[in-house]
């Protein structure tokens, strides 16, 4: 019998703890990911020290317990960058715009712009670490991080990365995966970034859970001109398995989130369960070719545009529960009965796509699919228990 359970609390619930320092196990497709399982806890007392430990090659469980602030340590650079009318001149927006750290500008003109190094290089994360937050204190400000080149089996929990050249587009990303596999994202709070919160390369990103985590787009600066930001998260390695569950988007123009890519044979499955989609100004998905999307049980609160048109275009198969039938006909390809997803507030038409190339894909990976509550639930339940200190 599937076990019905709920999705934002199965980090504590799930049991045993297999990962010291970590609370709970990863779930989903990200389900067997340890980390640095039994290594001992380790807290660094340098920037020089947390740098050479989260890259070494040594299984480590990292505590975070202060601010660590990258900002500055890699000199400055000043040159010019590209202003565009619509994104960075932003006349008649609500917030500043963002200007562009490129070597052309063909469609704008340029103007003078300092930027912080550290920001643009982010930190390598080798195989088998933890990298946990202590309380609500676990700050990466300045510095994101990247996990690439075949090194896999991390956790990243309870962590705010922030503040990465937030009034420039290519300022710097928060999390990259690029050619790695089992990667749990937990409990973690992404703010005032230049670009993109979680980003995948043209490798794989693998196996990837990221659950209970905020996304945080409040801004003074916004290519959409609007005081929310449009780079969220960009999810097109070549062959890649995620689930999301119980994160809180919110004040968020765009790509919250886009997946998928025509460029590459890319493979994306997605299974989105319970997540809150709160003050989105632009849109929330945004899907290319070569993708299964199962969504269920998510709210939608004030959402002006839930899926991009090109998205039902492109090629892109979708599962969206909106009607008893849609939701009784995963019982026999998944043995579950799906949970509605629901919208509220101003927002706009989800469409009514029930593709059942989706659930055919995914009766095979039931082993990974993980349980629901009810939609009508998630916005407290998920506020309550996504981001920083709420373990």
């Not at 045993?16 to 196990?25: D, E, I, R």
């Not at 590209?82 to 490129?102: D, L, V």
């Not at 969220?232 to 765009?254: A, P, R, V």
Request: with cysteine.
């Amino acid at each position: 019998m599937y076990s019905v359970i709920l999705p934002m609390l199965a980090a504590l619930l799930l049991s045993p703890v297999n990962a010291a320092g970590v609370k709970g196990s990863a779930f989903g497709f990200a389900q067997g990911t340890t980390g640095g399982g039994n290594a001992k806890l380790q807290t660094p007392s340098s920037l020089e020290e947390l740098k050479n430990w989260i890259s070494d090659d040594v299984p480590r469980v990292i505590l975070i317990d202060r601010e660590w602030d990258f900002t500055g340590t890699e000199g400055k650079t000043t040159g010019k960058c590209c202003s565009q009318k619509t994104t960075t001149e932003c006349p008649g927006g609500s917030s500043k715009g963002q200007a562009w750290i490129q070597d052309k500008c063909d469609d704008g003109s340029w103007v003078s712009c300092t930027y912080d190094n550290a920001a643009k290089n982010p930190l390598s994360v080798g195989s088998n670490k933890s990298i946990v937050g202590v309380g609500n204190k676990g700050v990466l400000k300045g510095k994101g991080l990247r996990v690439m080149g075949g090194h896999n089996n991390v956790i990243i929990q309870n962590i705010h990365i922030t503040d990465l050249n937030p009034q420039y587009v290519w300022g710097g990303d928060a999390l990259t995966l690029d050619g790695t596999d089992n990667v749990w994202i937990d409990h973690n709070k992404f703010s005032l970034i230049g670009r993109q919160m979680i980003v995948s390369g043209w490798n794989k990103g693998g196996h990837v859970t990221i659950s209970n985590n905020e996304f945080d787009g409040i801004t003074e600066w916004s290519a959409g001109c609007n005081g929310k930001h449009y780079w969220s998260l960009l999810l097109l390695g070549l062959e890649d398995w995620y689930t999301f569950s119980g994160n809180w988007l919110h004040d968020l123009s765009g790509r919250a989130p886009h997946m998928g890519t025509d460029y590459t044979k890319s493979k994306i499955y997605f299974h989105g369960v319970n997540n809150y989609f709160q003050n989105i100004d632009g849109h929330a998905f945004d899907v290319d070719t070569n993708t299964w999307l199962l969504l269920e049980g998510n709210y939608l609160d004030n959402v002006k545009t839930p899926m991009t048109d090109p998205s039902l275009k492109k090629g892109a198969q979708l599962y969206a529960t909106h009607t008893v039938n849609s939701a009784g006909a995963c019982l026999s390809p998944l043995e579950y009965i799906c949970e509605w997803n629901r919208e509220g507030g101003s927002t706009g038409t989800w469409p009514d796509r029930t593709d059942q190339s989706v659930l055919n894909a995914f009766s095979s990976l039931k082993a990974h699919l993980i349980g629901h509550t009810g939609v009508a639930d998630v916005p407290n339940n998920v506020k309550a228990h996504a981001g920083v200190g709420k373990l």
